[in-house]
């Protein structure tokens, strides 16, 4: 099949867990990779390897030990800023999760002061937050209590009848009153990629922070900061987990101007320059906004994980995820009384892929096809809205990633035929 990763069966057996077997002796296959993708060996022994011989604390500690966890600290942050094309690494905040992320900045926008002429100001009553209907509640709930406890006005883009962005309205949406447009990059439910430069350009032209959500994103395709910053992006989330790396560890990247204008999230040690009982100064950033131990050994997993997909290539990535999702859509196709959730042509979409099945509830569309060795999430993905715009409660979600085979699609499909007949469907 053209398009798919040359070496698949080689990147295959860098993920042990992949050779497992289930439900009497089935093979795994794992296609629930939106919601974890799975970690090469070189990232289990890279963080081993940390723990068994270079475990200490960082920036505290004055022996070897603490200079060597230190060092591989640092250069995780390198790596993944070379990975992301940050212009700077000191641009590259190390947070737990993406959400952790997104809170930070709709949590230090509650507290800025000033106005907004050079950047970042105070939100008050009569100023407006842009988001999506399509949106993952991480990126709904935090801005919905920032525009609650400021009495600003919460307002968002709807969505058309095949998965996409009404852009239609996009002027009388963003205006003079908009202070934030913070969206999703590539929707965890739908599959749906937006037009990051274009609402972007739109945002700037009347002064409003950019903020995306690109944790299905980064994953998937090759992200260029610098370009996405001339663009108008001013601050970036995603998290390690989705992205062959370990939970617990995400990563905010954000404009050094704004980052310096953003008052402090969280306090106490590293994030401090002086202390008294007075009064207390910042470090610079990235520090600022790191505040107590970091997660050091899941940090310096993440950056094994960006140099593992850095070797692979995203654009060859890219590629593959484009090529299984357009398998995955047609096979899926064939599926009597299946309906898929969101735009129905692979080059508008990533690789998670929502689905209903007529007569079958979700939660037990998984189960049976867990039966049959094949893992996919149901409910409704920590995106309720976007269900409840199409008329369901749930769905039933297959995505792919890297290690993905079409026979594992195969698979898929002759579950889902499989389900048909356990419910008797025919």
């Known amino acids: 099949m053209q398009g798919l990763l040359p070496e698949l069966e080689v990147i295959r057996n860098d993920f042990p867990i992949l050779q497992r077997r289930l439900a009497g002796d089935l093979p795994l296959v794992y296609l629930d990779s939106a919601n974890t993708s799975q970690k090469p060996q070189v ?18 500690a004055m022996h070897q030990l603490g200079a060597e966890s230190s060092e591989a600290f640092e250069d995780a942050r390198d790596k993944i800023a070379a990975f992301i094309n940050a212009p700077s690494r000191d641009e590259v905040i190390f947070t737990k999760n993406a959400s952790e992320a997104l809170n930070l900045v709709a949590n230090t926008l509650l507290w800025a002061k000033g106005d907004w002429s050079d950047g970042v100001g105070a939100i008050g009553e009569g100023d407006e937050v842009v988001i999506t209907e399509m949106e993952h509640h991480s990126n709904i709930v935090p801005w919905q209590l ?32 908009t202070r934030v447009v ?25 002064g409003a922070l950019v903020v995306v959500d690109a944790s299905q994103a980064v994953p998937q395709m090759p992200v260029d900061m610098a370009e996405l910053a001339a663009a108008g992006v001013d601050l970036l989330v995603f998290t390690g987990h989705k992205v062959v ?41 990235p520090h600022k906004f790191e505040a107590g131990t970091p997660p050091i050994v899941e940090a310096i997993g993440l950056g094994a994980a960006v140099e593992y997909l850095g070797h692979v290539g995203m654009n060859n990535i ?43 509830h979700p939660h037990d569309v998984a189960q049976v096809l867990d039966s049959r060795g094949v893992a996919v999430r149901a409910g409704h993905h920590c995106a309720k809205p976007a269900h409840k715009r199409y008329g369901v409660q749930a769905s039933t979600r297959a995505s792919s990633y890297l290690y993905t085979t079409p026979g594992e699609i195969d698979a898929l499909v002759d579950a889902l035929e499989y389900t048909r007949s356990y419910f008797k469907l025919d």
């Open 43 to 60: 990232v289990i022994d890279t963080m081993v390897d940390h723990l068994e011989r270079h475990n200490a604390n960082v920036a505290r």
């Open 146 to 177: 920032l525009t609650e406890r400021k009495g600003a006005t919460l307002r968002w883009f709807g969505l058309t009848e095949d998965g996409q962005l009404d852009l239609a309205g996009i002027d009388s949406l963003i205006t003079e009153r």
């Open 182 to 206: 913070s969206l999703t990059w590539v929707s965890n439910m739908l599959g749906t990629i937006n037009p990051i430069a274009e609402i972007a350009r739109r945002a700037k032209s009347v």
């Open 245 to 285: 790396g370990p939970t617990g560890i995400g990563v905010l990247w954000g404009r050094r101007e704004i980052l310096d204008q953003l008052p402090v999230f969280l306090g106490g040690g590293e994030m401090i320059e002086t202390v008294t009982m007075e009064k207390s100064t910042y470090a610079q950033i």
């Open 318 to 360: 890219r590629e593959h995820e484009h090529a299984i999702t357009a398998y995955a859509l047609d096979g899926l196709a064939t599926v009597p009384g299946l309906s898929v959730l969101g735009p129905r042509d692979a080059k508008l979409r990533g690789g998670a892929i929502s689905f209903e099945l007529d007569g079958v």
